[in-house]
């Protein structure tokens, strides 16, 4: 990924179920070395994983193992923040206010919103309908001036800018920076092993549609085998990937954990075909997830460690927000708070 010199980077990811390839490739992997030129902070958003609620497991859970998960894929837990949302009251309070910015015309056309809640969208939370004003608090509570995610979050980000924009305007101060999204590599938005059209995802009921980063290597070896390819014969040139959805996904995941670009990786397979393609992508893969599966499954086994990495985070970044929602409750006239 690109350099980014002395910028405060934050980015969030949900405790809910087990990391897969899609938030490695897409989120996580790039994270690991950000912190050479930059602050980082990393937020495990269970506020935001409650908006489908009640369908989660045990938070605590599920918030050490996103943790188990970014140390053992390199994210350093000294030199980055990584923090729980809801141990820092002022995503609550920021985001509340930010409900009051946003436009409900501007969360009516969030795509992500209409996928999660489909034809049930009467029935689905009202936290599910303003989730994008909470992200926004997320970013916004800590200026930050970078968010690496996956493609997935795009507009959500763009929403964010307008957010800050429309907030500094309305109070006549520049308190928030605009946030640059930072969307990059081949794998910024890796599909299901199953159907090329849809994203892989934790919430898909099957799991041959995705490799889980706790995946033996046997079920690696099993989803690949069975991964959905077409009749054609392995494509000669990168424009035809374009009418292929299942081989391009799994081209670019190879093109991403090899280091190769696209071009490269058909013109290595083109001769050779499927069989081959298939056999070589389950052993890069194997190399690549194995080690991090070994490293969770001991992590995992250290609960009070991993607890104490994330109450040192919330001490961390509470020293950022708590300002920071000081100067949002001056521009807008809310009584001094006393504890501040
Ligand atoms: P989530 O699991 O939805 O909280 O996502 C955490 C991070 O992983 C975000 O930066 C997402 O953009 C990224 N992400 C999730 N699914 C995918 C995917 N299928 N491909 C690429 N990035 C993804
Ligand atoms: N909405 C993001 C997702 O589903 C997670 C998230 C919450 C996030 N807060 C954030 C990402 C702040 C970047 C910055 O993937």
Not at 139 to 153: C, F, S
Not at 189 to 216: A, E, F
Not at 258 to 273: A, D, P, R, Y
């Amino acid at each position: 990924m690109e350099k980014i010199k002395n910028k405060r980077i934050l980015s969030g990811i949900q405790p809910t179920g087990n990391l897969h390839l899609g938030n490695y490739l897409g989120a996580i992997k790039n994270w690991v070395n950000l912190n050479n030129d930059s602050e980082c902070l990393f937020c495990i958003v269970d506020l935001h994983a409650i908006t489908t609620w009640p369908k989660f497991d045990d938070l605590n859970i599920a918030s050490r193992e996103v943790l188990a998960g970014m140390i053992a894929s390199g994210v350093c837990p000294k030199k980055n923040t990584i923090f729980i949302q809801s141990h820092i009251p002022e995503h609550a309070e920021l985001a509340w206010i930010i409900n009051c910015v946003s436009r409900i015309g501007w969360l009516n056309r969030m795509t992500q919103f209409k996928d999660k809640a489909g034809k049930n969208q009467e029935k689905v939370s009202s936290g599910l309908m303003v989730y994008p004003n909470l992200m926004a608090a997320d970013i916004l509570l800590y200026k930050a001036t970078h968010v690496p995610t996956g493609e997935d979050q795009k507009q959500h980000l763009e929403l964010t800018r307008d957010i800050a924009h429309k907030f500094n305007t309305d109070v006549g101060s520049e308190i928030f920076p605009l946030p640059e999204p930072v969307i990059q590599g081949p794998a910024t938005r890796v599909m299901s092993l199953r159907n090329g059209t849809q994203k892989m995802s934790k919430s898909d009921i099957s799991d041959m549609t995705r490799i889980n980063l706790i995946d033996c290597n046997d079920t690696i070896s099993e989803k690949i085998k069975k991964a959905k390819t077409d009749s054609g014969d392995f494509p000669v040139d990168k424009m035809e990937l374009e009418e292929r959805p299942e081989i391009k996904n799994l081209i670019n995941i190879y093109a991403s954990i090899s280091g190769k670009n696209i071009e490269q990786v058909v013109e290595n397979f083109s001769s050779t075909g499927f069989a081959r393609f298939k056999a070589e992508l389950t052993e890069i893969l194997i190399n690549e997830i194995s080690p991090i599966r070994e490293v969770i499954r001991e992590l995992m086994t250290e609960s009070q460690e991993l607890d104490k990495i994330l109450d040192d985070g919330s001490k961390k970044a509470s020293l950022i927000a708590k300002p920071v929602i000081k100067e949002v409750f001056d521009a807008i006239g809310f009584n001094k708070r006393r504890d501040l």
